[in-house]
């Protein structure tokens, strides 16, 4: 894992699952979901995110697979930083869980 520094200079150091705290200040800062999600090219540009995320926000959505009303979502920029991020969906029916892309 690389050493992140806080803004007031001070190592951060892990505290918890995605949290990591300063140890100057004592601030502490939940790590980006995007860090944690790994893009794989090879599964035709879909993102495959970790199992078990209870801290994805979930919307009313329609799974295309199973028809599931309602879809966990997050946003990634895939592409160059000036073009707007991929919106992602993954159905929250748990036998289910088809991941799709949907752009803005
Ligand atoms: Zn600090
Ligand atoms: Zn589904």
């Known amino acids: 894992m690389p ?3 806080c803004k007031c200079g001070g ?3 892990p505290k918890g699952k995605n949290v ?6 004592g ?14 090219r090879e599964k035709k540009d879909i993102v495959v995110i970790e199992d078990n995320r209870p801290d994805l926000p979930s919307t009313e959505k329609q799974c295309p697979v199973c028809g599931n009303d309602r ?3 997050w946003l990634i920029q895939t592409r ?3 073009e707007p ?3 992602f969906f993954r159905c929250t029916n748990g036998k289910c869980k088809h991941t799709w892309r949907e752009y803005k």
Do not use: G, H, N
């Open 3 to 5: 050493i992140e520094f």
């Open 11 to 13: 190592m951060l150091a």
């Open 20 to 25: 990591v705290a300063c140890r100057s200040c």
């Open 27 to 40: 601030s502490e800062i939940k790590k980006s979901l995007a860090a944690s999600i790994t893009e794989s």
């Open 71 to 73: 879809a966990y979502w």
């Open 80 to 82: 160059s930083a000036d």
């Open 85 to 87: 991020p991929t919106q």
